[in-house]
């Protein structure tokens, strides 16, 4: 599809998404209620077009979401903050794990996730920063405890219940791909269970060449702390997995954006 193609092609579905919202406002009695665009930036699924665009786009149709193996995205629901009804990651809850073939991107039937962008060179979903410094672990010098592993067991759905109370798992080859990609995120993530200096947000990045993403430095006063790095693309799986909630990421923005070019921070 040429270029030109494919405005045409998202200028259609454009206007008709529009006309969709349009009778869903009014058949619902909500003519007047929250905008569709999100009161805050949301991180958008892997290959999302800009924002305006998305908005545009996007017909809430949820296929990202059921092809998800990780259960990442989530659909904003009209009290939320992220564009009613549409695709967004909550990185504290589930960050992206970067899939090979990206399923959320070939899934998606309006363009909203650009099929042109489906492969890691193009994602570009935000931007880590290291937020609260201070309350590293490996700064510190402090253990990783039990809550930090077990939080992950709590909002990890493929679990079966008793899984989820006894942080015993096992792989069987019969389960469901989506269930055993999950299981080996918590059987890798169980090696740092009570470590004493904490890499977990070095460790677990799913970027191929993580070194590129994310690495830890000697902290200033002692200790270690997160460098992110110029190959960084926000996916938030740092997020999810810090023991302590030190990393955010900045939705929409890039390393040069907040990091300026050829800059390396802490």
Not at 5 to 28: D, Y
Not at 157 to 166: I, M, Q, Y
Request: aromatic residues 4%; charged residues 25%.
């Amino acid at each position: 599809m040429t270029p030109q193609e494919k405005k045409r092609r998202r200028k259609f579905i454009q206007q008709m998404t529009g006309l969709g919202v349009l009778g869903l406002a009014a058949a619902g009695g909500i003519l007047g209620g929250p905008a569709l665009k999100a009161h805050e930036p949301r991180l958008r699924p892997p290959g999302a077009v800009p924002e305006d665009e998305f908005i545009g786009l996007c017909i809430k149709c949820g296929q990202c979401l059921q092809v998800c193996p990780y259960d990442s995205i989530k659909l904003e629901d009209i009290d939320g903050k992220a564009a009613v009804g549409m695709a967004y990651i909550e990185p504290r809850e589930r960050g992206c794990y970067l899939c090979e073939a990206f399923p959320c991107i070939l899934a998606c039937p309006s363009g909203a996730l650009d099929h042109e962008h489906d492969s890691i060179e193009y994602v570009h979903m935000g931007i880590a920063v290291v937020h609260a410094p201070e309350a590293c672990l490996a700064k510190k010098g402090e253990p990783v405890p039990d809550s930090a592993i077990d939080r992950i067991y709590d909002h990890t759905k493929v679990l079966t219940s008793a899984e989820r109370r006894t942080k015993k798992i096992t792989i069987d080859e019969s389960e469901p791909e989506k269930t055993q990609l999950q299981k080996q995120l918590l059987l890798k993530l169980e090696k740092h269970r009570h470590e004493t200096s904490c890499t977990i947000c070095a460790d677990m990045c799913p970027y191929p060449k993580p070194t590129e993403a994310i690495g830890m430095v000697d902290a200033k006063g002692g200790g270690l702390l997160p460098e992110i790095r110029e190959a960084c693309n926000g996916c938030g799986a740092c997020v999810e997995l810090c023991p302590t909630d030190v990393i955010k990421v900045i939705p929409r923005k890039n390393y040069a954006d907040i990091y300026g070019k050829g800059a390396e921070h802490a």
